[in-house]
């Protein structure tokens, strides 16, 4: 390969790719990909479609250059918020391993909550020519899907795929890989009622889609057993031990009663642990406690705390199998892709 050989292939591969003929044709950049193979599964109607519109780009995909590998930077780019927390942290670790092992480098990005380093940080990775993006964690998205927060990755979505870890969004070539937060805690809700605790509150750390969803399986366990859903009992608060430690120190003191906590984080249930413990209240006979995510945390009290797995290394590499196959062009539809949660028992439960 000589040296002007190779920069006339980049040269085409800097001006124009799949993405471009993707997003022109109102196509999934897959349907290109099956149009570019031969794929017989596209209608006629659609390959018409597609070829003229490469015809009009002046797209011409180069077979040698293809094999060569210049129509990929063989790179993904990955958001998270905040690689410091536990459960980002492990994301990413599965993520790169799978990427690593499919032949694919990752380029990482930590934005922070606000809106707009998240938008410039989507901005860089495209502007780097990944092939695409995976989010972690539901705290990029609106809790309102309609929302104009959430048009920086449906824009972005029209150039490449966008893949969200517990996170949903629904649109073309966004492609969502969710826990069932719902039917988890609505599960461990109705378990803690059928053995005797009706005084159970629940500490959350996060009103993104998946926040809700835990809080609203909790609230539907309660009304589905005529239950009140007592406001005092549901709190907002960081991932933080104290705070949660604090907030039922303060309902005891406030003359509450409660016999269970459940938890939308492993640290928060750690903190019901150490209140039960500085309170002298025995676990599990007088107080029931239940985490969220299965972590490290989870065993570092005793007694050990019962918690829910969310299954996250599933998670991930569920997203990635499914990102090959658009690569591949047989994944044709974008959409959600839920996987349940497992419970795991362990000393603070006895139901």
């Known amino acids: 390969l000589t040296f002007n050989t190779y920069g006339t292939l980049m040269k085409g591969y800097d001006t124009m790719n799949i993405y471009d003929v993707s997003a022109k044709a109102g196509v999934s ?16 109607k659609t390959r018409d479609k597609v070829l003229r519109v490469m015809d009009e780009l002046g797209y011409t ?68 020519r990944v092939d695409a993006i995976i989010i972690v964690g539901s705290k990029f998205l609106s809790s309102n899907p309609d929302s ?14 966008i893949f969200l870890i517990n996170g949903h969004l629904a649109g073309h070539n966004i492609y969502s890989i969710i826990c069932n937060d719902y039917a988890a805690v609505y599960s461990v809700t109705s378990e803690m009622i059928k053995s ?46 104290i705070r949660a430690k604090e907030y039922l120190t303060h309902l005891h003191d406030s003359g509450e009663d409660f016999d269970a906590v459940i938890t939308s984080d492993d640290s928060l249930a750690v903190g019901a642990v150490k209140y039960a413990l500085a309170s002298r209240i025995s676990i599990p006979d007088e107080l029931s406690i239940v985490g969220y995510n299965d972590s490290m945390l989870a065993i570092c009290t005793e007694p050990e705390i019962t918690s829910i797995d969310t ?41």
Do not use: W
């Open 29 to 44: 950049i897959a349907t290109v990909s099956r149009v570019l193979n031969g794929n017989q599964s596209v209608s006629a």
């Open 311 to 351: 299954r996250l290394e599933e998670l991930c590499t569920t997203a990635v199998d499914r990102l090959m196959k658009v690569f591949s062009g047989s994944e044709s539809e974008s959409g959600e892709t839920v996987i349940p949660a497992n419970l795991v028992k362990r000393g603070t439960t006895d139901f």
């Open 61 to 128: 995909p180069n077979v040698f250059a293809r094999g060569l590998g210049l129509n990929t930077m063989k790179t993904i780019g990955i958001m998270c918020t905040d690689s410091s927390d536990m459960y980002i942290a492990n994301a990413i670790f599965y993520l790169q391993r799978e990427l690593r092992n499919n032949g694919y480098d990752s380029m990482l990005c930590c934005t922070g909550g606000n809106l707009s380093s998240k938008q410039q940080s989507l901005e860089l990775l495209m502007s780097k």
């Open 196 to 241: 005797g605790r009706t005084d159970i509150v629940y500490l959350y750390t996060s009103t993104s889609h998946s926040g809700l969803n835990k809080l609203m399986g909790y609230k539907d366990a309660l009304s589905a057993n005529d239950i009140e859903v007592r406001p005092n009992f549901i709190h907002l608060c960081t991932k933080n031990i």
């Open 148 to 161: 104009d927060d959430n048009r920086y990755i449906t824009d972005a979505a029209a150039s490449l795929p």
